[in-house]
């Protein structure tokens, strides 16, 4: 435990938080937990409660390293995932196991249990990709009916007030339909009403009405299918899986990150985010679309349209380098790799988490001082692999593989002398876990590192995000919100602008707030404007060489007149890459975008405009680290 005299040298203090206090304010909404004064924890509350959490689940620092970990996390220079800001030192540790602690996840759907199981991964703030290429396997739906009677305790299920009555109620519903079909009865007397706190997990209760409307749409999913007598298609799997995302993000209480990974000669699928056709459901915004792709001969028009401003750009997942490559040209077979983490810097197994960490490369200030801050956030890491996991596939796969993901983030303003770094840091990673997995008895991991989008923990420290360029060098950062989270109204009265999240039918949603902040990236940042398509592919591939044995995610600005080198550069160099998305620079016809570029002028008027407000923050809620749910940047 750290000692109370060493903690009250940072009493008060406050790091250099990113971005004219944004990151102050993304803190105090995603990861300070209530604290028993009615008020919210402070910098260094949260990071003495992680670092000794760290230490309860057998980190097995010494105390000097203990104190180390402190002050590297104070001051920014690196942070366990931020699902381990959250969550560590919480009794749901113990509760949760890792299950509590981890980023992501990834699941083959070939049975109802497997969609259930997403659902209860979701409920725990974790996202999930998923292939939809076994909806084959799940069978053809059975005419069923289902009914919901709210108070009526004689039903043949009363759905339990926690994540794992809900996603009891998912699974009897889709066993229902693919096992023979029948009627279902159930209530939701138990569950509390919206606005009710979460005790356990943080939070507020969203109320039924979110879960009866989510089931309801499963059931027309399902019965569509029914009446035509036909296989579910993989546009039914995504559909189901998308409802039970929006279903998860119950107003805003919580966030839903998803990628769905399909064939490129599957047109449908390929067509299932046509937004520019109309009658597209608004739930299908819950999850990226990816492909999976051996050869990018096989890539048609269908692809290349939303590239051309027909429809939503979909990524590439390459599952043969993923299984074969570590770093780039050093071989390092994993075959048990399935599919990918919802930002694709994870190759994952079926049913395997995303175990997640972060050196910020701007703020080391020597290769010895990042071989120092990593090799603590691994020991961290570590730690949670070994944790036992409530799924008993989950807990095997784990404990077998015990992969990690260490990341480094602002590639783009770190310079050339903090990139020299980076190789000699990795070796000294892959030496530290072979003696370390001796002492403690564990497997060495399949894999260490990697390079993830790094959305909201890059924005406490002010930096780009992972090996992206900044978007501009002045620009406005949209933030969502729960209406009812307190920090909305001490934005709002700062003078930040507040408005309605809006659907991609238009519509407002009033449980959603977006909040807009001016953000400035410091002279010398690579920023999107001043870097083409292809250079920011060579950057990628750069940190695949020198850092990431896992993937090296990256959404790509693009602009229309690039698309041809783009599609040369994929056919010449997809043996060595793991992942990759795109998004146009400009004209990408997102509402409400995540980043707006502006002018110097428009940032001072913007900035003048902010006002300090008199308060609290607020109380932090349930998060992912994707801010915005999906990956973060795309």
Same mark, same amino acid.
């Given at each position: 435990?750290?000692?109370?005299?060493?903690?009250?040298?940072?009493? #008060?203090?406050?790091?250099?938080?990113?971005?004219?206090?944004?990151?102050?304010?993304?803190?105090?909404?995603?990861?300070?937990?209530?604290?028993?004064?009615?008020?919210?924890?402070?910098?260094?509350?949260?990071?003495?409660?992680?670092?000794?959490?760290?230490?309860?689940?057998?980190?097995?620092?010494?105390?000097?390293?203990?104190?180390?970990?402190?002050?590297?996390?104070?001051?920014?220079?690196?942070?366990?995932?931020?699902?381990?800001?959250?969550?560590?030192?919480?009794?749901?540790?113990e509760?949760?196991?890792?299950?509590?602690?981890?980023?992501?996840?990834?699941?083959?759907?070939?049975?109802?249990?497997?969609?259930?199981?997403?659902?209860?991964?979701?409920?725990?703030?974790?996202?999930?990709?998923?292939?939809?290429?076994?909806?084959?396997?799940?069978?053809?739906?059975?005419?069923?009916?289902?009914?919901?009677?709210?108070?009526?305790?004689?039903?043949?299920?009363?759905?339990?007030?926690?994540?794992?009555?809900?996603?009891?109620?998912?699974?009897?519903?889709?066993?229902?339909?693919?096992?023979?079909?029948?009627?279902?009865?159930?209530?939701?007397?138990?569950?509390?009403?919206?606005? %009710?706190?979460? *005790?356990?997990?943080?939070?507020?209760?969203?109320?039924?009405?979110?879960?009866?409307?989510?089931?309801?749409?499963?059931? #027309?999913?399902?019965?569509?299918?029914?009446a035509?007598?036909?296989h579910?298609?993989?546009?039914?799997?995504?559909?189901?899986?998308?409802?039970?995302?929006?279903?998860?993000?119950s107003?805003?209480?919580?966030?839903?990150?998803?990628?769905?990974?399909?064939?490129?000669?599957?047109?449908?699928?390929?067509?299932?985010?046509?937004?520019?056709?109309?009658?597209?459901?608004?739930h299908?915004?819950?999850?990226?679309?990816?492909?999976?792709?051996?050869?990018?001969?096989?890539?048609?028009?269908?692809?290349?349209?939303?590239?051309?401003?027909?429809?939503?750009?979909?990524?590439l997942?390459?599952?043969?380098?993923?299984?074969?490559?570590?770093?780039?040209?050093?071989?390092?077979?994993?075959?048990?790799?399935?599919g990918?983490?919802?930002?694709?810097?994870?190759?994952?197994?079926?049913?395997?988490?995303?175990?997640?960490?972060e050196?910020?490369?701007?703020?080391?200030?020597?290769?010895?001082?990042?071989?120092?801050?990593?090799?603590?956030?691994?020991?961290?890491?570590?730690?949670?692999?070994?944790?036992?996991? /409530?799924?008993?596939?989950?807990?095997?796969?784990?404990?077998?593989?015990?992969?990690?993901?260490?990341?480094?983030?602002?590639? %783009?303003?770190? #310079?050339?002398?903090?990139?020299?770094? /980076?190789?000699?840091?990795?070796?000294y990673?892959?030496?530290?876990?072979?003696?370390?997995?001796?002492?403690?008895?564990?497997?060495?991991?399949?894999?260490?590192?990697?390079?993830?989008?790094?959305?909201?923990?890059?924005?406490?420290?002010?930096?780009?995000?992972?090996?992206?360029?900044?978007?501009?060098?002045?620009?406005?950062?949209?933030?969502r919100?729960? *209406?009812?989270?307190?920090?909305?109204?001490?934005?709002?009265?700062?003078?930040?602008?507040?408005?309605?999240?809006? #659907?991609?039918?238009?519509?407002?949603?009033?449980?959603?707030?977006?909040?807009?902040?001016?953000?400035?990236?410091? %002279?010398?940042?690579?920023?999107?404007?001043?870097?083409?398509?292809?250079?920011?592919?060579?950057?990628?591939?750069?940190?695949?060489?020198?850092?990431?044995?896992?993937?090296?995610?990256?959404?790509?600005?693009?602009?229309?007149?690039?698309?041809?080198?783009?599609?040369?550069?994929?056919? %010449?160099?997809w043996?060595?890459?793991?992942?990759?998305?795109?998004?146009?620079?400009?004209?990408?016809?997102f509402?409400?975008?995540?980043?707006?570029?502006i002018?110097?002028?428009?940032?001072?008027?913007?900035?003048?405009?902010?006002?300090?407000?008199?308060?609290?923050?607020?109380?932090?809620?349930?998060?992912?680290?994707?801010?915005?749910?999906?990956?973060?940047?795309?």
């Amino acid at each position: 435990m750290l000692s109370d005299d060493f903690v009250s040298a940072y009493v #008060g203090r406050e790091p250099d938080w990113g971005f004219n206090g944004l990151g102050r304010v993304v803190y105090k909404r995603t990861y300070a937990r209530p604290t028993d004064d009615g008020g919210t924890e402070e910098w260094w509350q949260t990071v003495r409660r992680v670092v000794e959490g760290a230490q309860a689940i057998g980190a097995g620092l010494d105390e000097d390293e203990e104190r180390s970990l402190y002050d590297h996390m104070f001051h920014l220079r690196g942070l366990p995932a931020g699902r381990m800001l959250w969550q560590m030192g919480t009794p749901n540790n113990e509760r949760l196991g890792g299950d509590s602690l981890v980023n992501c996840w990834f699941v083959d759907v070939a049975r109802p249990s497997d969609l259930s199981w997403m659902f209860e991964r979701l409920m725990l703030g974790g996202g999930v990709g998923f292939s939809v290429n076994g909806a084959g396997r799940l069978g053809i739906p059975a005419p069923s009916v289902v009914e919901h009677r709210p108070t009526d305790p004689d039903v043949d299920f009363i759905v339990p007030d926690n994540r794992a009555g809900w996603a009891q109620l998912i699974e009897r519903v889709l066993a229902l339909y693919l096992g023979g079909g029948g009627r279902l009865t159930y209530s939701t007397l138990a569950v509390r009403p919206a606005g %009710a706190p979460i *005790s356990t997990f943080g939070g507020t209760a969203s109320g039924p009405g979110i879960l009866v409307d989510g089931v309801a749409a499963i059931c #027309g999913v399902l019965d569509r299918a029914a009446a035509e007598g036909r296989h579910l298609t993989s546009v039914d799997v995504l559909d189901v899986a998308n409802i039970i995302g929006s279903i998860v993000v119950s107003g805003n209480v919580r966030r839903s990150a998803q990628i769905a990974l399909g064939e490129p000669g599957d047109g449908d699928f390929l067509r299932a985010k046509r937004w520019d056709l109309g009658g597209v459901p608004n739930h299908r915004a819950m999850s990226n679309n990816s492909l999976y792709l051996d050869d990018p001969a096989d890539l048609g028009p269908d692809f290349w349209d939303g590239y051309r401003g027909v429809g939503e750009p979909y990524g590439l997942f390459n599952l043969q380098a993923s299984r074969r490559w570590g770093r780039t040209g050093e071989e390092r077979p994993d075959p048990s790799i399935a599919g990918t983490n919802p930002c694709a810097e994870i190759g994952l197994a079926d049913r395997e988490s995303c175990n997640l960490a972060e050196v910020f490369l701007p703020r080391i200030r020597s290769a010895a001082e990042l071989r120092e801050v990593a090799g603590l956030l691994y020991k961290v890491q570590k730690a949670v692999a070994a944790m036992p996991y /409530l799924d008993p596939v989950s807990d095997d796969v784990t404990s077998r593989n015990m992969r990690l993901g260490l990341g480094v983030t602002g590639l %783009a303003q770190a #310079g050339a002398e903090r990139l020299s770094w /980076l190789s000699d840091g990795y070796e000294y990673l892959r030496a530290l876990d072979a003696s370390w997995s001796r002492l403690r008895g564990w497997p060495e991991s399949v894999r260490l590192t990697t390079v993830k989008p790094s959305g909201t923990l890059s924005l406490l420290a002010g930096v780009t995000p992972g090996v992206h360029p900044g978007f501009s060098r002045y620009h406005v950062r949209r933030v969502r919100m729960s *209406s009812a989270d307190p920090l909305v109204d001490w934005c709002r009265r700062s003078g930040y602008p507040v408005e309605p999240a809006r #659907g991609f039918d238009g519509e407002d949603d009033p449980a959603t707030s977006v909040v807009e902040f001016p953000c400035e990236f410091p %002279a010398g940042t690579v920023v999107a404007e001043d870097v083409g398509a292809i250079d920011q592919l060579r950057m990628q591939a750069r940190a695949q060489r020198d850092w990431a044995d896992n993937a090296v995610s990256v959404t790509v600005y693009y602009r229309p007149e690039e698309l041809p080198a783009i599609q040369e550069h994929i056919a %010449a160099n997809w043996g060595t890459i793991k992942s990759v998305s795109f998004l146009p620079l400009q004209d990408h016809g997102f509402d409400q975008a995540p980043l707006e570029a502006i002018d110097e002028a428009e940032y001072r008027r913007r900035l003048a405009a902010v006002a300090a407000a008199d308060g609290d923050l607020g109380d932090g809620e349930l998060g992912l680290e994707c801010d915005g749910g999906a990956c973060p940047v795309r």
